[in-house]
């Protein structure tokens, strides 16, 4: 599977739009993209996933570079909720299983 | 319906004990993984069942072995524990293998002393 990077930390004011990025230069053509995200003490939570076209659901949108090298996360109108760690992954589709980083702390401030 | 379940929740050992851990899917989830997060990292691949059978295994030492029931449920069992040991171990499951997302448990705290 290709390597992800993600920033360390970021921050952002409720009421605003929170884009977390992620780099996934080495990508292949049957990598998909995928989003969790763990909130303190509780286990990881799927958010969206998409292989070239942008994606959107209930909870966030999924922007994709036409390269597909990297995608931003975008959650429109972020709350205090939202606060957690934010992993971004790429999964082939051979069937292995994923392996998550540090991913990205969201610190969401009233 | 249910979600992932695992227990216990907290698990305290000591040294050289044995220490086993319990996961239940999703119904209707055949596949079953299993990570450790130590504190301030991020998850790291221990062991995936499917169907009854292991299909992979992340780097982790032979002490880690789990295996999975007819009913889809599985256990971790975690051999000769060592201090580093001490983690949250989750498990997750999914309605096959392949592209299809982890549905998570809270975890199983684990302490070693």
């Known amino acids: 599977d290709a390597k992800t990077t993600q920033p360390t930390s970021m921050d952002c004011a409720e009421g605003r739009a929170a884009n977390l990025p992620c780099n996934h230069s080495t990508i292949s053509g049957n990598e998909y993209v995928y989003w969790y995200r763990q909130i303190h003490s509780q286990g990881p939570q799927y958010i969206i996933h998409?292989?070239?076209n942008n994606e959107t659901n209930e909870m966030a949108s999924l922007i994709i570079t036409e390269d597909r090298k990297s995608s931003t996360l975008i959650l429109p109108h972020a709350t205090l909720r939202d606060t957690a760690v934010y992993y971004c992954?790429?999964?082939?589709?051979?069937?292995?299983?994923?392996?998550f980083g540090k991913g990205t702390s969201l610190l969401v401030t009233p | 319906e249910a979600g992932v379940t695992q227990s216990p929740t907290h698990l305290i050992k000591t040294r050289g004990q044995q220490a086993t851990l319990r996961c239940s899917p999703i119904s209707g989830h055949t596949s079953v993984y299993w990570y450790q997060q130590a504190l301030g990292l991020g998850l790291q691949f221990l062991l995936w069942y499917d169907e009854g059978e292991e299909r992979n295994r992340g780097n982790f030492p032979p002490r880690f072995s789990g295996r999975q029931f007819p009913n889809y449920s599985s256990e971790l069992n975690v051999n000769a524990l060592e201090l580093e040991d001490s983690a949250l171990y989750l498990c997750?499951?999914?309605?096959?293998?392949?592209?299809?997302?982890?549905?998570f448990g809270s975890g199983t705290q684990l302490s070693v002393l």
């Open positions: 998409g292989l070239k």
């Open positions: 992954i790429v999964l082939s589709n051979s069937g292995y299983a994923l392996n």
């Open positions: 997750a499951s999914s309605l096959r293998q392949g592209i299809e997302k982890l549905f």
